[in-house]
DNA sequence: ATCGGGACCTGCTTGC
DNA sequence: TGCAAGCAGGTCCCGA
């Protein structure tokens, strides 16, 4: 479910019933998500929430102990609820606050995490990441640097998160297909001016879907419940078979890897 | 060093 | 209508 304006959208919704609040406890009803959830998030008590930040796809609430961090993996989805409401089969942690509310973790698959550091910033998965799409300095030069040498589908490419974070399946697919490239061009095979279009594009891309509240696919929903916008722009994610909105030819579905991927033969080089 | 593929899960859609 | 296969937004880790 969730790319990074999924994510940001997500923070942006549960940050105000949060911030200035006090986290009374965790509830853990399943542990088992990708790793078991931290014990020191079993064990918190009485911590005032200092701030709700998003690093790639993590969302980090920083306590004065340490921090907490939250990814969604595939399914998740964060909601803020009266604290007792009940849980549904899949809603596996609650962070309890002052305000009789609860922030409440769902996560069907459990590809998600929730996984705690004392030193905010440093946990180890945070480290081998790349740098943010708006990061000063990723652009076309920065880009054509990255993938000397590299002959790896420019898709592939810029879905690593140790070489820039926050571009999952959909806005891959939709900014390549904004960028005029091929996605499985090799990345050593793209000029600095190409990259240059397809670093201000990826931030166009994520940028209006942020703007629109994310994409809604199947049951995402923000933190209020409200859908994401942004599947009406989807120009050719899911899209196999239909026609180009650009110049009509019928667009092409391949799995590359695991993956489904879409574009068009004829605008896509 | 770089890469491709498998693995982790459940639920919904599709096709026989 | 029932059942199985296929597919889904992420990403770590392994072996080649």
């Excluded at 918190?44 to 929430?49: A, I, R, S, T, Y």
């Excluded at 440093?122 to 920065?142: M, S």
């Excluded at 960028?179 to 990826?202: E, M, N, Q, V, W």
Aim: overall charge positive; charged content about 30%; aromatic content about 6%.
């Amino acid at each position: 479910m969730p790319e990074l304006p999924e994510v940001e959208t997500t923070r942006r919704g549960i940050a105000p019933w949060l911030e200035g609040r006090t986290l009374v406890c965790a509830r853990v009803r399943e542990p088992r998500l990708r790793w078991p959830i931290a014990d020191e998030i079993r064990q918190l008590g009485d911590e005032p929430v200092r701030g709700v930040r998003r690093r790639a796809k993590f969302l980090l609430l920083d306590l004065d102990s340490g921090q907490l961090l939250l990814h969604l993996g595939m399914s998740g989805s964060l909601r803020v609820v009266v604290a007792d409401t009940p849980p549904d089969k899949h809603d596996h942690l609650d962070l309890v606050l002052d305000s009789g509310r609860a922030l409440r973790l769902r996560d069907p698959r459990r590809f998600g995490a929730a996984l705690w550091t004392s030193e905010p910033d440093r946990h180890p998965l945070l480290d081998k990441l790349g740098p943010e799409p708006w990061d000063p300095g990723v652009d076309g030069e920065w880009f054509y640097r990255k993938a000397r040498g590299r002959r790896r589908a420019v898709k592939d490419f810029i879905m690593d998160a140790g070489i820039l974070v926050g571009v999952g399946n959909i806005y891959a697919q939709e900014s390549l297909f904004r960028a005029g490239i091929h996605p499985a061009r090799a990345a050593g095979r793209i000029s600095r001016k190409r990259y240059g279009l397809l670093a201000d594009t990826i931030r166009a891309v994520l940028g209006e879907a942020i703007e629109v509240g994310g994409t809604t696919l199947r049951d995402f929903a923000g933190a209020g419940g409200a859908p994401g916008y942004f599947r009406q722009q989807l120009t050719v994610y899911g899209r196999g078979g239909e026609p180009c909105r650009s110049c009509g030819r019928t667009l092409r579905a391949v799995r590359h890897g695991q993956r489904g991927t879409v574009y068009c033969p004829r605008c896509q080089r």
